[in-house]
């Protein structure tokens, strides 16, 4: 109480200081509001931002303030004294079993797309409505009168896509676990079409293999709703009366009626409630949920599931951010990348994924699939480029030095020889000083003649440094496959442009070099041998997000600047390590664990593929954050900064407004 109470004075001296035209009433009813829905932490949030002099700001973010929500009644099952029940009664849907999709039609819209039937969902939903006139004297009614009239569709693809998409709400499994070692008598019950033996096995393969009975409309017609089914239980297991609790989602089905028939209940929270009150989604639920979109309501759902095996503490926010914005996008590109394999017919036994971006996609690709070995190869823009060049002077050599003589970013002379790798440059140091007082002033023509003054003792460094990654990408096997594939995030493809010039000065001209990318832009040359995920060409549906898709798929290991020889072994060497990139590579160890954790989530769940998710689902989901940004989220984001060029110049904010 008294670190809440300290908090509660700063926030609101400090919050008073910058907004005075706000009453008092006003500021204490916010941060309670704050306080409400993300706890201390929201509160330490916004301290943070305020003493950076409200940096955030400036990411061109505007945050959608904390969701003013009553206060719910929803507790957890934490809460229920297990000691006063002998009788446990659970609802099945939505409370012990979840689906990965928001709405239960879903599940139809999933079949429609897997069986290229896009007319089935429509279909099945009308023949349950259908059905259950037929059958207006009965409470309830049977999946297989629904599929009675569905004679040209398959009863076995609902079944079989139920089997996969259920899974148990860790919450409730952990409960039940916890029952059963306290020797509880546990019972399941549904209102609900589908047949005993379909959700006796939905219950088996999640776990749920122990309970003394399971009760399912669909097979005596009695239900929750009405009030028939408790009346029944009260009946056939008297010895329950006083000693037993019902615990589910339905606030009618699953609270009031089973009260109302002397039983006690707890009102499980229902899932709109869940992603409203959730301090990573509630800013965004509405804007993802209007698009009404099969690949959304999988992502989401599957993020509460997720989520919810947290019990104690919720995973970090970068966590969150990497296994919503990142898990799919780079599960679903590692399934691009293979079928691509194939569809090219490409001649490969490894295929490398180029530093730093390439880290996590390798890690992924090789957890999922073992046609290929996925090789992580150090490499980057300056590290291909430098050993590129022919003579400096070289018509072949103009793109290359664009990204050494650009005068954006300049601070000093040094910025120029971070570029170049090499800070023992004196002589060209020197002579970058005689241009003029103000770096940023400086001219790609000015700095170009500097470099060509100099063309000697760089040039030196150049051949010296590609016979040293001709002996790297001998010992990594690149030389050794008719086809060379690189998977890297894109845009340009600069570093595959660098390596045709040097297996054309290596002789290896035999090789044929082959790129696999997240997007390709307009300007990429050589088209032909560039494949892309997310665009090809027109990237203007996702120019605004590029830096946002390099920070998800950043390495959190250090840059790539050379390759050097210690002792034998090939090692990288690393440009200077700014507190910007210091502060990147502790949010990207915390993106690559929630990548991580999505697809060892969706493996072991045996989910064949999510190519469901469409490329206009990464598109909405990088708008929500957008648009439709909380607090935290701008604050997060506004603690970093992307470097966009060679050398160690942060300039950009992560995500801006174009």
Not at 90 to 112: E, G, K, N
Not at 217 to 229: A, H, P, Q, V
């Amino acid at each position: 109480m008294r670190n809440f109470l300290g908090y509660m004075r700063t926030v609101s001296d400090s919050v008073r200081r910058y907004y005075r035209r706000e009453s008092v009433y006003k500021l204490f009813k916010r941060a309670f509001s704050i306080l409400r829905n993300e706890g201390l932490n929201g509160i330490k949030w916004r301290l943070r931002s305020f003493h950076k002099n409200h940096e955030t700001i400036a990411t061109g973010l505007k945050a959608k303030p904390a969701a003013r929500l009553e206060k719910h009644n929803y507790l957890p099952l934490s809460t229920i004294d297990i000691t006063k029940y002998d009788f446990f009664f659970f609802d099945v849907f939505d409370t012990a079993i979840i689906r990965l999709f928001q709405r239960p039609i879903d599940l139809f819209v999933y079949i429609s797309f897997k069986t290229k039937n896009p007319d089935f969902h429509l279909r099945r939903v009308q023949q349950e409505a259908k059905t259950r006139e037929q059958y207006m004297a009965r409470k309830e009614i049977s999946i297989f009168e629904i599929y009675n009239n569905l004679a040209s569709d398959s009863i076995d693809e609902e079944i079989a896509a139920e089997l996969t998409f259920c899974v148990a709400h860790p919450e409730v499994y952990n409960f039940y676990s916890k029952l059963l070692n306290a020797g509880k008598k546990i019972y399941f019950v549904s209102d609900m079409y589908l047949d005993r033996e379909t959700i006796s096995r939905i219950l088996k393969e999640n776990g749920f293999c122990t309970y003394e009975g399971m009760y399912v409309s669909s097979e005596d017609d009695l239900i929750k709703g009405d009030g028939s089914r408790f009346e029944w239980l009260k009946r056939n297991i008297p010895e329950s009366a006083g000693t037993a609790i019902h615990i589910g989602d339905n606030r009618v089905a699953d609270f009031i009626q089973p009260r109302a028939h002397g039983l006690d209940a707890l009102h499980f929270m229902e899932s709109s409630a869940y992603y409203q009150h959730d301090s990573f989604l509630y800013s965004k639920i509405e804007f993802l949920n209007s698009k009404r979109s099969l690949g959304l309501s999988f992502l989401i759902s599957t993020f509460r599931y997720w989520k919810s095996g947290f019990p104690d503490q919720p995973p970090d926010y970068w966590r969150q951010f990497g296994f919503l914005y990142g898990g799919a996008l780079v599960y679903a590109f590692c399934g691009f990348i293979h079928e691509q394999l194939s569809r090219k017919k490409l001649s490969c036994d490894k295929i490398y994924f180029l530093a730093r971006d390439g880290d996590i996609m390798s890690q992924v690709y090789q957890l999922l699939y073992d046609d290929v070995q996925a090789v992580y190869l150090m490499a980057s823009r300056r590290c291909m480029l430098f050993p590129s060049l022919k003579s400096l002077t070289h018509v072949d050599d103009e793109e290359a030095l664009k990204q050494f003589i650009g005068p954006w970013g300049n601070t000093s002379a040094k910025d120029i020889l971070e570029r170049f790798g090499y800070t023992d440059l004196d002589n060209l140091e020197a002579d970058l000083k005689n241009i003029g007082p103000d770096p940023s002033k400086w001219t790609k023509r000015d700095i170009l003649a500097c470099i060509l003054r100099h063309k000697q003792s760089i040039m030196e460094k150049v051949v010296s440094e590609r016979g040293m990654l001709f002996d790297y990408l001998s010992e990594m096997n690149c030389f050794d496959q008719d086809d060379i594939v690189i998977v890297d995030v894109g845009w340009g493809g600069t570093i595959q442009n660098a390596l045709d010039k040097l297996l054309e000065l290596g002789g290896y001209e035999k090789n044929r070099l082959y790129g696999i990318y997240l997007g390709v832009n307009d300007h990429a040359k050589n088209k032909q041998a560039k494949t892309d995920f997310l665009f090809n060409g027109d990237q203007s549906q996702f120019v605004e997000y590029l830096n946002l898709i390099e920070l998800i798929t950043s390495s959190p290991q250090n840059g790539v600047v050379r390759i050097d020889r210690v002792n034998g072994n090939f090692v990288p060497v690393a440009g200077t390590i700014s507190e910007h990139e210091k502060k990147r590579q502790l949010v990207s160890a915390e993106i690559q664990k929630g990548i991580l954790d999505f697809a060892h989530l969706i493996k072991k769940r045996d989910i064949d593929n999510i190519d469901f998710i469409r490329v206009e689902d990464f598109k909405a989901l990088f708008v929500s954050l957008q648009e439709h940004a909380s607090e935290e989220d701008a604050f997060q984001l506004g603690q970093l900064r992307h470097a966009s060029m060679l050398g160690n110049n942060y300039g950009q904010y992560v995500l801006t407004k174009s």
